[in-house]
């Protein structure tokens, strides 16, 4: 290891954007292939408002292709997570990488599309321009045909598309955020409650496309307060509660470790440090 460079930490010796992933070497505190670089890694992350601490070290490395749930309760710090990530608020210490890239630069971002959780787009605009303008800015081609049929998929019918957005419902706009997300077609999906505000049929029809998303090999992160739709969709959860992962594995596994069927309950004992053997 190069003089100055800490055990656990990613970093680069590429000059400032020339870097290919090939080049950027990571660890998390074990001797991993640089092959295997991960869609995203947290290390050390910490954002404090004032007195609080949002996020308290928070250690999270996710494999790409993965589909991973963040979850926990209100004021957990789910979303400063996120936001630090994206490089939408700067962490008081530690960072992120994107596929091995530090997140605060715009090209570790391009291969992301993201939906958060207060979505709201221009209220002066028809569906479709919004779309349209979304797929300007993600750097996608734009098909009118292509976004009708995704409409269609996700339950939004396509003369919505052409109603302004401030005549939409909340579930409406909701379904017109996630339509840009997937028409951008990325390799990695990053949505904030992306079930908030949809119908039964609605709910059904996106994870139906998050199930292919996943199994096409793109990497899925989602926060959700819907423990049933992360034990069904995800191979990976991670527990965040008072800004730090209180645990970090399969449902299954946090199933087992505190020795409940349902996820609803292992979260419940997860969050309140109670164990299989404690709760016997």
């Known amino acids: ?32 292939p640089v092959q295997t670089i991960p869609a995203l890694l947290a290390q050390g992350l910490v954002k404090r408002y004032g007195a609080r601490r949002a996020l308290d070290g928070v250690d999270l490395g996710i494999p790409a292709g993965a589909a991973f749930g963040l979850v926990g309760a209100n004021g957990a710090g789910k979303t400063t997570f996120i936001k630090c990530a994206l490089d939408h608020c700067a962490p008081d210490a530690g960072g992120v990488a ?21 979505f709201s787009p221009p209220h002066y605009l028809r569906g479709a321009e919004f779309l349209e303008m979304a797929a300007g800015l993600a750097g996608a081609s734009h098909s009118r045909a292509r976004a009708e049929r995704v409409a269609c998929e996700l339950e939004l019918e396509p003369a ?8 939409l419902s909340k579930g409406m706009t909701q379904k017109l955020g996630l339509a840009a997300c997937f028409l951008a077609e990325k390799d990695f ?62 449902p299954r596994e946090l199933c087992a ?24």
């Open 98 to 118: 994107l596929f091995g890239m530090p997140s605060r630069e715009p090209v570790a971002r391009a291969r992301l599309a993201y939906l958060p959780e207060r």
């Open 1 to 32: 290891m190069e003089p100055g460079k800490r055990k656990g930490a990613f970093y680069s010796t590429v000059p400032r954007g020339r870097r290919s992933e090939s080049q950027i070497p990571y660890s998390c505190g074990m001797d991993a």
């Open 257 to 280: 470790r505190v020795g409940e069927s349902s996820l609803e309950r292992a979260f419940l004992k997860c969050v309140r440090g109670e164990t299989a053997a404690a709760a016997a």
């Open 189 to 250: 999906y990053l949505l904030d409650e992306p079930m908030s505000g949809l119908d039964p049929a609605s709910r059904i029809a996106v994870k139906a496309i998050l199930a292919r998303l996943s199994r096409e090999g793109r990497t899925l992160f989602f926060t959700s307060h819907v423990l049933a739709d992360v034990d069904e969709l995800c191979t990976a959860i991670a527990v965040l509660d008072a800004g730090r992962i209180r645990f970090h594995g399969a």
């Open 160 to 167: 919505a598309l052409g109603r302004p957005v401030r005549e």
